[in-house]
């Protein structure tokens, strides 16, 4: 499990947008955010945390990465 946090990420579009950035990088990943605490977690299946931030990054958001918790 690859964790971000990601403090401009503030509403659902911002959520939807991540989504598809990373579901763009990896259709298969397992995307769950957490949009109180500004907690994305990605269980990638072809993409590596360099291209997973680079997706958020694209997409204009500023992703720091964090451990991974249960969310």
Do not use: N, W
């Not at 990088?25 to 945390?49: C, G, M, N």
């Amino acid at each position: 499990m690859i964790a971000f946090e990601v403090q401009d990420m503030t509403c659902g579009h911002c959520v939807s947008t991540i989504t598809k950035a990373l579901k763009g990088t990896d259709k298969d990943a397992k995307v769950q955010i957490d949009l109180a605490t500004h907690r994305v977690q990605v269980e990638p299946v072809s993409a590596d945390a360099a291209e997973l931030e680079e997706a958020i990054k694209d997409a204009g958001y500023t992703p720091v990465p964090v451990a991974a918790v249960d969310l």
